[in-house]
């Protein structure tokens, strides 16, 4: 069992910056791959950002440039990293993992560009 807090959601001024966390209950090596969704009123979930256990990264062509993906695995945490924002960036931002080939999200993290 995996469970994935997300924090650091919120409203921001289009051209802004946020950073999302999102805090896994196991040691974050023991995951195959972490990625970062979303999903907007009305419109489907949308994969963001994936981290997989090796290291390696891979973004939507919607945010490469902009968003960044990390660890921190003292912290077992993974990050969002969210410059230029624009309008279109507001959504329910999920963190998801899959683990020994079961699917976790965490709960949701609103974020908002005004602007």
């Known amino acids: 069992q995996v469970q994935l807090v997300e924090s650091g959601g919120g409203l921001v001024q289009a051209g802004g910056s946020l950073r999302l966390s999102c805090a896994a209950s196991?040691?974050?090596?023991?995951?195959?791959?972490m990625d970062w969704y979303r999903q907007a009123p009305g419109k489907l979930r949308e994969l963001v950002a994936t981290i997989t256990r090796g290291g390696s990264t891979n973004y939507a062509d919607s945010v490469k440039g902009r968003f960044a993906i990390s660890r921190d695995s003292a912290k077992n945490t993974v990050y969002l990293q969210m410059n230029s924002l624009t309008p279109e960036d507001t959504a329910v931002y999920y963190c998801h993992a899959n683990h020994r080939l079961t699917d976790y999200w965490g709960q949701g993290t609103q974020v908002t560009v005004s602007s």
């Open positions: 196991v040691n974050i090596f023991t995951i195959n791959t």
